[in-house]
């Protein structure tokens, strides 16, 4: 089974920096993509950024230009630089993934897409942006 962990939350003004990591544990063949969503108070969750094997890369509007996503396939790690917060950056951020774990497993198209079959989501990390 496949496990995320989640690392690199905390509170900062608005204007500042943070950079989330995500580590995969577990049985994995290959990472066919990796991402970062986000649900805050009230709303329904978003995705916010999604890097697939081939170093493809996905962002929400709004996070365009201020967040940076990147990968060490080697170690099965994604990581979210987020620079020039705002006070709407404020959520739980969330880490997702599409990986083979198996002979004969295809990664999925859109993966991001397909939040009910991704192989795993970490617990979860808050990020509080105050003005």
């Known amino acids: 089974q496949v496990q995320l962990v989640e690392s690199g939350g905390g509170s900062v003004q608005a204007g500042g920096s943070l950079k989330l990591s995500c580590a995969a544990s577990g049985y994995i063949l290959s990472s066919c993509g990796m991402g970062w969503y986000r649900q805050a108070p009230g709303k329904e969750r978003e995705l916010v950024s999604w890097?697939?094997?081939?170093?493809?890369?996905k962002y929400v509007d709004s996070v365009k230009g201020r967040f940076t996503i990147s990968q060490d396939n080697a170690k099965n790690t994604v990581y979210l630089q987020m620079n020039s917060l705002k006070t709407e950056d404020t959520a739980v951020y969330y880490c997702a993934a599409d990986f083979r774990t198996s002979p004969g497993e295809w990664c999925l198209v859109e993966a991001w897409r397909q939040t009910n079959r991704l192989d795993a989501w970490g617990q979860g990390t808050l990020v509080t942006v105050s003005s």
């Open positions: 890097i697939s094997s081939d170093g493809s890369t």
